[in-house]
């Protein structure tokens, strides 16, 4: 009798299953029923997309789909998952910042004044996001350095301007400042790109 419910229910799971599948394209909905997580909760299928993106994310998602072998319309709702899941920032693009008009790319290293530390944790956000020329800037150590900056300038004209205007307006926060630029028309070792971290994901 046992064995007769377990097959009675087997019967009416499979025949709901297929059911869905009639209300869904069966494509989408097989393709959703293999995705998988990995052991540190990121979905796979959604972190290989997402290395995907890292090696050319010029791709359509007609190109996308023929790569992953998932439809179109499951490119689009991963690509919208990789956002919400905070696992991509937002979709763009990495320039030749030489070519568009920068000459200067700037680390900032800065010692806090301890005195000052409620102070200065009230203005950084507002401060960075105000100076359309950081780039990227957040909390370090090393070198006896509490934070780092990175921000991109037009010539050096520009970069004095900017360093002058802040050293006013941070004037008795900070302790120490010190500063390495980098010449984005001289010759690069290495030119910046994230698709040697997709490689590496690959080995």
């Known amino acids: 009798m046992f064995f007769l419910f377990l097959a009675v229910v087997h019967q009416l799971c499979y025949k709901r299953l297929i059911y869905c599948m009639s209300l869904h394209n069966t494509n989408i909905f097989r393709e959703e029923l293999l995705m998988g997580k990995n052991p540190d909760g990121v979905n ?3 972190f290989r997309l997402l290395l995907e993106y890292l090696k050319d994310s010029s791709r ?3 190109q996308m789909a023929k ?3 998932v439809s179109e319309p499951t490119i689009a709702r991963m690509k919208r998952r990789l956002v919400e899941d905070g696992l991509v920032e937002h979709f763009s693009v990495i320039p030749n910042f030489s070519k568009i008009g920068y000459e200067i790319l700037a680390f900032s290293c800065v010692k806090f004044n301890p005195e000052k530390l409620a102070e200065i944790e009230g203005k950084a ?3 960075a996001q105000r100076n359309h020329e950081i780039i990227f800037t957040s909390r370090a150590e090393g ?5 780092v900056t990175i921000s991109l300038h037009k010539n050096y004209a520009e970069y004095d301007k ?3 205007k802040n050293k006013i ?3 008795g926060l900070l302790e120490e400042v010190h500063f390495m630029l980098v010449d984005l028309k001289g010759e690069n070792i290495k030119s910046f790109s994230l698709r040697s971290l997709a490689e590496k994901q690959k080995k």
Do not use: N, P, Y
């Not at 070198?143 to 934070?147: I, T, V």
């Open 162 to 164: 900017f360093l002058r």
């Open 169 to 171: 307006e941070w004037r």
């Open 60 to 62: 359509s998602d007609k």
């Open 44 to 46: 796979g299928r959604l």
């Open 125 to 127: 956000k507002e401060w």
């Open 143 to 147: 070198m006896g350095m509490h934070a």
């Open 67 to 69: 790569v992953m072998g």
